[in-house]
């Protein structure tokens, strides 16, 4: 079974640029995270999807953030502009269906705001 | 106040130790609980999840206390791959949230 994947790995751009990280879960998993991971902390809700539907996005920023899911499969965070504090790991997970907990992660896209 | 709270650490034992670490949470609402483990500069993979009678698997025991609002997560025999940080996370109304994390490093 493929996992959760991420793209790009890596990605560095001057602030007020635009930046998109795409992910696709793994297949047949409902449930669609968007984490953000900073050096030294856990992983931060952004938002939640199930199926095609954002069900939580209350922590995330809207002013710059977005997110979408289109038909329920594979997902993009876009952040315009960047600012230099959004310099973090972004991660991609996926649950089979919402409430199991058995969060499967992608590798990441870490970013850096110059 | 983190919803999740967890020592930081590190902890620094020698091959073959046992340790433990706790974690609490804050809102009582909290449902199930789980261990992850995520290596250095690797994404957080899912450790054992936490149930009411405590559980073990291998080496490692798990023991929920839901009137003091905590989890712990026991290892013994510890192995030098054993090092990584360790995630307390709690699941509230399907939201999954992460503590902070607990680094473990086995020495030789």
């Known amino acids: 079974e493929a996992g959760v994947v991420q793209s790009p790995r890596y990605k560095i751009i001057e602030k007020k640029q635009p930046v998109a990280f795409w992910c696709n879960p793994i297949?047949?998993?409902?449930?669609l995270y968007w984490y953000l991971q900073n050096l030294g902390q856990g992983p931060e809700l952004l938002i939640r999807?199930?199926?095609?539907?954002?069900?939580?996005d209350s922590q995330l920023p809207k002013d710059r953030f977005s997110a979408e899911r289109l038909k329920g499969v594979d997902s993009t965070l876009k952040i315009q502009p960047a600012e230099l504090g959004d310099s973090a790991v972004y991660l991609c997970?996926?649950?089979?269906?919402?409430?199991?907990?058995?969060?499967?992660f992608g590798e990441g896209s870490r970013l850096t705001v110059l | 106040r983190k919803e999740v709270e967890q020592d930081p650490g590190p902890f620094n034992v020698p091959e073959g130790a046992t340790v433990a670490f706790n974690c609490t949470y804050s809102?009582?609402?909290?449902?199930?609980f789980f261990w992850y483990r995520q290596d250095c500069r690797k994404e957080p993979k899912l450790l054992m999840s936490?149930?009411?009678s405590g559980n073990e698997d291998g080496r490692f025991t798990a023991q929920l206390n839901r009137a003091s609002q905590y989890i712990s997560l026991l290892i013994r025999d510890s192995k030098l791959s054993d090092s990584a940080t360790y995630l307390c996370?709690?699941?509230?109304?399907?939201?999954?949230?992460f503590g902070s994390g607990t680094r473990l490093s086995i020495r030789p």
């Open positions: 297949s047949g998993h409902n449930t």
């Open positions: 997970a996926s649950e089979r269906q919402t409430g199991t907990g058995e969060l499967f």
């Open positions: 936490v149930y009411s």
């Open positions: 999807y199930e199926n095609e539907e954002a069900v939580d």
């Open positions: 996370v709690v699941n509230r109304a399907s939201k999954i949230i």
């Open positions: 809102n009582s609402a909290s449902q199930s």
